[in-house]
């Protein structure tokens, strides 16, 4: 089968197919996106060689349990031991002994085929799409930060970045009442935060206007995939407030802690989340994703995505498995 792999280099190579085990599925990839992560995994993320890959929608080709076979799903990237402590403290995607798809020890969806648990195997809903589906799993990561903090009504809300995550976390978080500002580098994505319903300021802006920023935010998510984010995120949050760290990246973060020791600030870090909210809220058109797609190609044209992917300002990149009718839904 044809695959995007890194082992130093990106390619795009023929490899064979996943090999099953216990009761995975063999699942035909229909679409794959390209994550941030994905791009940080070729400048050295987790030192992960291999089919890279995460966010997809595909139909099940091959399993133990016959009711699988034929629907089109997608799937969470952890996969747990269960015996571990943190499994048995019901911490799975924790899970001292993980493989996570595309990202440790797993290949990844960015190929004709890739092989989950059932268990971590969510059926698509037929109302969407799978230009929408393939947004499930960073959707989930958006949704998860509801599931770690509460957000009320009058909250001063704030997201760090303009970016693919960003952009889902503002559409999450739109909903929830409160006053929401996004800061980002790009005035297109902004205004497309903008049209969410959040005040938008340029990056630049921010340091005209410290003084009257500083401290004020109760939430602030970072969210910029870059370590230069952490720094302006934690001058906007309040004392007492809370820091959520949403941005994954190769190379290590130099700051100064000294603000969250005397400002007593709440961090925390969040990442995967839940599969079957982010369905709901797709299927019930409460989120809007088809607009963040920036780029599509098909699989042997990968490397010319992941390289559109890299672009200042690019979105969503999907990449196509299939063409013709067989490639929407």
Known sequence: MKAIVFDGTLRVSEVPPPRLSGTEALIRVLQAGICNTDIEITRG???????????????????????????R?????????????LCLRGLEKHCRNRTVLGIVSRPGSLAEFCALPLENLHEVPDEIPNDEAVFVEPLA?????????????DDRLCVVGDGKLAQLIVRVLARQGGVLTAIGKHEKNLDRMAGCGARVLLLD???DERKQLMGTFDIVVEATGSPSGFQTALMLVRPRGTLVLKSTYHGALS????????????V??????????????????????????????????????????????????????????????
């Open 45 to 71: 993320y987790h030192q992960f060689h291999g089919i890279l890959g995460h966010e997809f929608v595909g139909v099940v080709e091959q399993t133990t349990d016959p009711r699988w076979r034929g629907r």
């Open 73 to 85: 799903v997608v799937g969470e990237i952890n996969c747990a031991c269960h015996h571990c402590d």
């Open 141 to 153: 990561a958006a949704c998860e930060i509801l599931e770690q903090i509460t957000v009320l009504p």
């Open 205 to 207: 802006a921010v340091e």
């Open 255 to 266: 700051f100064d802690a000294a603000p969250l020791v005397v400002n007593e600030v709440r």
């Open 268 to 329: 925390v870090g969040s990442r995967c989340g839940p599969f079957r909210t982010a369905l709901e809220k797709l299927q019930r058109q409460e989120v809007e994703v088809s607009s963040l797609i920036s780029a599509r190609y098909p699989l042997t044209r990968g490397l010319d995505a992941f390289e559109q992917a890299r672009k200042s300002g690019t979105l969503k990149v999907l990449v196509s498995m299939e063409t013709g009718d067989r490639a929407s839904h």
